[in-house]
């Protein structure tokens, strides 16, 4: 009997998260599970200007952001697609739009029947984490889908 038969693996971009894509691959060599590379591409947000007459003003216009975001994510998952295709692991790719990230990959995970998400976590710790936020954290608190984290 299988362990695991599908792993999402959400990534960012960073070298951490492609060192947790390695591992990942590595998974899902040894248990001969399908991978599964996962980017949540960013909203486009406004910039605040401030003094008399402040407002937000955009900085790009929303064609130019997402062209540059889709060409982004497609960089990021054709570099982990490329090593799971030298690992012999059969993967593909979903990109998706969420107002959260954490949101994103537990519906990624959960619309493409994935049976376990493997993610990295950054570290983050006190006021910095409290502030920015953890993903990793979001992810492991809401998610029915068990979690493996790289860090």
Request: glycine share 10%.
């Amino acid at each position: 009997m299988q362990l695991f038969t599908h792993i999402l693996v959400p990534t960012d971009g960073s070298t951490l998260s492609r060192a947790a894509a390695e591992r990942a691959i590595d998974l899902g060599s040894a248990m001969q599970a399908r991978v599964t590379f996962f980017h949540a591409r960013p909203e486009k947000r406004q910039s605040f200007f401030g003094g008399e007459g402040g407002g937000y003003v955009d900085q790009m216009p929303r064609e130019e952001f997402e062209r540059q975001a889709l060409q982004q994510a497609d960089e990021y998952l054709d570099t982990l697609e490329a090593l799971a295709q030298t690992a012999r692991v059969t993967s593909a790719r979903v990109i998706g739009e969420a107002g959260a990230p954490y949101e994103g990959i537990i519906a990624a995970a959960t619309t493409h029947g994935c049976d376990l998400i493997v993610m990295a976590s950054h570290g983050r710790r006190g006021i910095k984490a409290l502030i920015l936020g953890s993903e990793t954290q979001k992810v492991l608190t809401y998610s029915k889908i068990p979690v493996l984290v790289y860090r």
